[in-house]
């Protein structure tokens, strides 16, 4: 452009179903189009794409699940978080709103908030990482023309996948494998067919949530999640699995679906590795406690340590690795970067000096 800004560069995509029988493959978005041409048009808005384009700064997150072997996406709570996920090498991210509530609001997961929360945090998270994620959309946060609105909110902030679950939002428990109820199949389906009906983008994900397995046990939770396949959404996560043969029974029962699983510590579920899951036939693995969990417990210990130092009672050692923590951190706060368009602006040499 003539005054020297730049331009978001569109291109054009082509979404190719994987062949065989591996657990990764997606149908397109255009599939859904069934449920806008049977008296789903009310959930309809003027297209902003007149193809299937995408703004190149964000990865594909629906090209990324199909990259060969599982996705493995850490859950972000935070934009420094997010920025540390990239860093690390990984090729996404999920925002969780477990983990993003403990650390933005100190609260739990109990349908305490809506869908405005859930947007500010994931816009400052999105806006530091150029890595595509996927995005807890809880239950759509009300009926169906809540569940449109949050897909055009996610979409705008640059979402590229969404969760959407039955658990019953008056009996939300935190942990999956506890969960004590889920709405009638009827009323998730119908939230399903409005999310695939109000996405803009051919490359949104869609995936459908069933908890129905804490509450109602494994054979209803794979009923559920073949009659979410059969409405068209492009994959399935049934939460709260406590033995590597429910994970086993899955992969076979919805072979050649997009299976997502979660890996949790801390309770009585199974731990098992990307690998592991992806020869079962699982496309995507989360981690949504990983990181949060590690944060809460470094800063009560270190927290703890403080008081008595600053109490007298027992002298705290300086960090031992003080100068790598405060590299890792001016890197992954961008530091030289706005250095550099800092001293530009001076018209001098920028400020090499770190973070205090």
Not at 329 to 355: H, K, M, P, V, Y
Request: aromatic share 6%; with cysteine.
């Amino acid at each position: 452009m003539a005054d020297g800004r730049t331009r978001p560069c569109h291109i054009m995509l082509r979404w190719l179903p994987l062949q065989g029988d591996g657990p990764a493959q997606l149908p397109h978005a255009a599939h859904s189009s069934e449920f806008k041409a049977s008296g789903h048009d009310d959930f309809q808005r003027a297209s902003r794409y007149d193809a299937v384009a995408f703004t190149m700064k964000r990865g594909s997150l629906r090209a990324a699940l199909a990259g060969g072997g599982p996705l493995v996406t850490p859950l972000a709570h935070d934009a420094l978080s997010a920025k540390l996920i990239e860093a690390a090498g990984f090729r996404g991210f999920t925002v969780g709103g477990s983990a993003m509530l403990a650390a933005r609001h100190a609260l739990p997961d109990i349908g305490l908030i809506g869908l405005q929360d859930m947007v500010g945090g994931i816009r400052d998270i999105a806006a530091a990482t150029s890595l595509p994620f996927f995005a807890d959309g809880d239950d759509g946060y009300g009926d169906v023309k809540s569940v449109a609105r949050m897909m055009q909110a996610y979409e705008a902030i640059g979402v590229g996948g969404v969760l959407i679950e039955d658990q019953d939002r008056d009996k939300k428990q935190q942990r999956a494998e506890r969960a004590l109820g889920v709405v009638d199949s009827a009323v998730i389906e119908q939230k399903l067919r409005a999310a695939l009906a109000a996405r803009e983008s051919p490359d949104m994900v869609v995936l459908g949530r069933t908890d129905a397995y804490g509450a109602l046990g494994l054979d209803e939770a794979l009923r559920r999640a073949e009659r979410f396949l059969a409405l068209g959404v492009d994959g399935v996560f049934i939460a709260g699995l406590k033995q590597e043969a429910d994970y086993e029974r899955v992969g076979r029962a919805l072979k050649g679906a997009l299976l997502s699983a979660a890996m949790f510590e801390g309770g009585d579920t199974p731990w098992l590795s990307p690998a592991q899951l992806g020869q079962m036939g699982f496309g995507h693995v989360s981690f949504p406690a990983t990181l949060i969990f590690r944060v809460a417990d470094v800063m009560a210990v270190t927290l703890a340590r403080l008081k008595h130092h600053t109490d007298g009672t027992q002298p705290m050692e300086r960090l031992s690795n003080g100068p790598t923590v405060r590299g890792l951190l001016d890197d992954a706060l961008d530091l030289a970067r706005w250095r550099r368009i800092d001293g530009q602006g001076a018209g001098g040499q920028a400020n090499s000096e770190s973070t205090p």
